[in-house]
């Protein structure tokens, strides 16, 4: 009998997180057109895993779907901006939504927020840098989704898809920020879940704005 609470991998999730470290870390070139019987070939799996994968990374905004190209690697959005300018970015566009949608949220948003968190303690106690991300990722950008806006869900998907291009951070830490957010959003508590949210963003900038000195220090 599986051990309660373990996610086991399927061959989807097991191509997308190998296509997903190949285009964060540079060995598929923005713009490259992925094939997918090459794909399949190349990883020794059937061509099925491998366009649900290309699903997977569509929603991530790493691969971009086109009529006459196929699938492609999408471009490298983050310029000259630092993650920690990315951070900030995010912390803007979630304190409006929240402070938009936190007195009446959706309970679907909520439980997807919930589900989110769950899967990102899952992956921090297991050390696993690939479930990690995405599903930090997925709760940040529940949060923007409580506003019900299009724009700013669109806007929040650009941004996100533009920190996924950052390296892994090498610890991962398990946010009882995250724990107080949902708690005053259930409460419909607006003014704390504001709150919460902001310092929570403030504190990722300061602290990876604090690592990317001491790495330029270090050279």
């Known amino acids: 009998m599986a051990s309660r609470g373990r996610t086991r991998l399927t061959k989807k999730d097991l191509v997308a997180a190998a296509l997903r470290s190949e285009i964060t870390q540079g060995r598929l070139a ?106 930090n990722h997925r709760f940040h950008a529940g949060l923007v989704q409580l506003a019900r806006s299009e724009l700013l869900s669109q806007l929040m998907g650009i941004i996100l898809r533009a920190s996924m291009f950052f390296p892994s951070a090498k610890s991962l830490r398990v946010h009882t920020a995250h724990a107080a957010i949902l708690k005053a959003l259930k409460a419909g508590d607006a003014d704390r879940a504001v709150h919460l949210v902001a310092a929570h963003m403030k504190a990722n900038v300061r602290t990876t704005r604090r690592e990317g000195a001491g790495r330029s220090r270090r050279r």
């Open 30 to 135: 923005a713009g490259a057109r992925l094939r997918q019987y090459e794909v399949a070939t190349r990883l020794r799996v059937s061509p099925t895993p491998v366009r649900e994968a290309f699903g997977v990374l569509a929603l991530e905004g790493l691969v971009e779907w086109d009529a006459y190209r196929g699938v492609t690697v999408a471009r490298d959005l983050r310029g000259r901006l630092t993650l920690a300018d990315l951070f900030e970015l995010r912390g803007a566009l979630e304190v409006l939504a929240v402070r938009v949608g936190a007195a009446s949220p959706d309970p679907a948003v909520l439980r997807e927020l919930e589900h989110a968190e769950d899967e990102a303690q899952r992956a921090a106690r297991a050390s696993d840098l690939t479930r990690w991300p995405i599903a």
